[in-house]
């Protein structure tokens, strides 16, 4: 049974979750990596993460994760035309994390009224050139320093407190929907 206090902090929770930025982790191996971008999705107001698993299963350290897998939906595919198929029939926008040539700054995205998925990589091979090829944009972080990569969970909690921030300050209505939320607090509460 929930307290009230509890369903309280739920609320205030999903008062602030949005379906409008979310986040896709591309045959990530590392449980502390899949975790910790889970922490930052949380962290941020993202209500759902899809995983492609590729080969393996996608793990999650509880250690580090500190209970946000029950917090954050996990939605995991074993291939990627799969979860394609599920983006565009959301009309979702593909943003793809990838340093190269033809990536813009992540400051050259926008709010709008359809949602956008940040495509992450691999932790050794990067994005698969199949997102590359599907990619509505490809985007990079900008830095200054002599590295060339960020790891990936960084990545991600810097993409997202970008975003984020983008979101807040933008005129569209980036909150869920009472349907939503009432869906997700039905989730919560059933754990």
Known sequence: MTTKRRRARMNTVLAN???????????????HNVAAVLRSADAFGVSRVHAVEGGASVRISNRVARGTQNWVELCRYRNRETL????????????VAAADEKSRPLEAWQPDRHPTAFVFGNEHRGVDPFWRE???????????????SLNISVACAVTLHAVRT??????????????????????WTAQ
Not at 134 to 148: K, R, Y
Not at 172 to 183: G, P, V
Request: charged share 35%; proline share 3%; glycine share 2%.
């Open 84 to 95: 394609l198929e599920r983006l565009r029939q959301d009309r979702v926008a593909i943003w």
């Open 134 to 148: 599907h990619a509505d944009e490809i985007f990079a972080i900008p830095m200054v320093g002599m590295v060339e």
């Open 17 to 31: 979750r949005t379906d409008c930025i979310t986040l896709v982790l591309d045959d990530v191996h590392d449980p």
């Open 166 to 187: 983008r979101l807040e300050r933008s005129a569209i209505d980036w909150r869920l929907t009472d349907e939503r939320r009432q869906e997700i607090l039905q989730h």
